[in-house]
């Protein structure tokens, strides 16, 4: 099934155009036909009449002609124009010399005095041709007597002129076919003009450089326009409401998980280890759950619904700003490569979200140092994190973006950091790479695809 409307407007218009010139062309030549046939048609009753006003008979009452027709093919043979003259009466006959020795086979048909009847017979040379024959009386030296007289003419003549004509007909048609098809394709050109503007709102809808569908528009799309409009809103209000109501759950649970906490806290004060232990664990297990939704509820649904792109520079310098001031990140050497206006197409929160958790892991494991660079090429940009902690063992290495899972336990945390990131890298199509520094430490890498070559984007 042919899916575009271009090349479905173009093969109607080859159709359409086609059937209207062939039809016209049809029409034409048959217009021009009958006007051939009935020039030649009033050429015959011409020379009918120049025959019979010529009719004189001789002493001995034979029919003559005094003055024959001047048209010379009269006198060629087999010339293409024949007359032919009977007298019944007498048993004689007159014929034209392009006749030769060939007489008309006229047909034994009931004669009308003054009546012209019309034949197509064959001609001397095998041709056909057309015949008018009209019976005539005329005053003989013995009393009046009928007379036959038919003239005749080579249909050749409207053969050759109808072939003629379409060979002078077809280049003008293919011309206006051509033209036709050029206009159409104009015309549609010009008429889809108003659904690329749309297709362009809707491209900086999803790049966030628009929240609505905007600009002068033909009035046949306003009802289509508003109502992407009114879809735009709808969505836009159920992504916040949904958002708004799992942040408000999460932080709704954190309370009586504290109070839960404090409570295992005294039971264990009372002596009630046991169960102390058990309800700590539930608390902590639950804390966890609830954090890791609370960090989810913030993260676009998919990179089209994002608020805006981000700075990858900007965001770099306000996260280590931040960590700079906490007494980790204060004791360590910062090394900062990142070029200015690298612009990605990833929500700016999200953004921070990610490279946070990266960072933020970095500085719990970082001995004296952290290496932040980032590069951009026509695959992409590049950043990575690096620390020179001690490092991750391998068996470890696919396990971090796990869920819940911390490696040590020696520093605080709930082990959900780089499962934010592992989701986040899922929505936006960000390649996540955790290996071991060449000598020491953690390296991350995110590669953040071209956003044209992202599927989800």
Not at 15 to 42: G, K, M, N, P, Y
Not at 394 to 414: N, P, W, Y
Request: hydrophobic residues 40%; proline residues 5%.
């Amino acid at each position: 099934m042919i899916q575009s409307i271009r090349t479905r407007f173009v093969l109607v218009s080859l159709f359409s155009v086609t059937a209207a010139l062939s039809l016209a062309a049809f029409v034409f030549v048959e217009l021009f036909t009958r006007s051939i046939e009935h020039r030649l048609d009033q050429e015959l009753t011409d020379h009918l009449n120049n025959i019979a006003g010529q009719i004189e008979f001789a002493p001995d009452a034979t029919v003559r002609l005094p003055d024959r027709p001047t048209d010379i093919r009269f006198s060629t043979p087999y010339g293409g124009l024949y007359w032919q003259m009977t007298d019944d009466k007498r048993g004689t006959q007159l014929r034209s010399p392009s006749l030769w020795d060939y007489t008309l086979s006229l047909p034994d048909d009931p004669q009308e005095t003054g009546t012209v009847h019309r034949y197509d017979l064959p001609g001397p040379d095998g041709e056909t041709l057309l015949v008018q024959e009209r019976k005539v009386i005329a005053k003989a030296p013995d009393g009046e007597r009928p007379l036959r007289l038919a003239v005749a003419i080579d249909t050749a003549t409207v053969t050759e002129a109808r072939q003629a004509f379409v060979a002078d007909i077809i280049p003008y048609l293919l011309a206006l076919a051509a033209f036709l098809v050029a206009a159409s394709l104009a015309q549609l050109t010009f008429g889809l003009k108003p659904l690329s503007a749309i297709g362009d709102g809707l491209e900086r809808i999803r790049a966030r450089k628009a929240t609505r569908l905007t600009g002068p528009l033909p009035g046949e799309l306003k009802p289509m326009v508003d109502a992407m409009n009114r879809l735009l809103d709808d969505q836009d209000a159920l992504i916040a409401r949904a958002r708004a109501r799992s942040a408000d759950l999460a932080h709704g649970l954190k309370t009586p998980l504290t109070v839960l906490a404090n409570d295992a806290e005294t039971l264990k004060e009372r002596g009630e280890t046991e169960i102390g232990a058990e309800l700590a664990h539930l608390a902590g297990v639950m804390r966890n759950h609830v954090d890791r939704e609370l960090a989810r509820s913030r993260i676009a649904a998919t990179a089209s619904l994002r608020s805006a792109d981000a700075d990858l520079g900007t965001c770099v310098a306000m996260i280590v700003r931040t960590l700079k001031r906490t007494p980790d990140g204060e004791r360590l050497a910062w090394t900062i490569d990142v070029p200015d206006a690298l612009n990605l197409s990833v929500d700016p929160s999200d953004l921070q979200e990610l490279i946070g958790n990266i960072t933020e892991n970095a500085v719990k494991w970082a001995r004296s140092r952290i290496d932040i660079q980032a590069s951009a090429s026509p695959a992409g940009v590049t950043l990575i994190v690096a620390d020179d902690g001690p490092g991750v063992g391998e068996a470890d290495l696919k396990r971090m973006t796990e869920r819940g899972v911390r490696l040590d336990t020696r520093i605080a945390g709930t082990g959900i950091g780089l499962s934010i990131v592992s989701d986040i890298a899922e929505v936006y199509g960000i390649d996540v790479k955790i290996e071991n520094g060449d000598i020491s430490g953690l390296r991350v890498t995110l590669r953040f695809a071209p956003p044209q070559a992202r599927s989800n984007g």
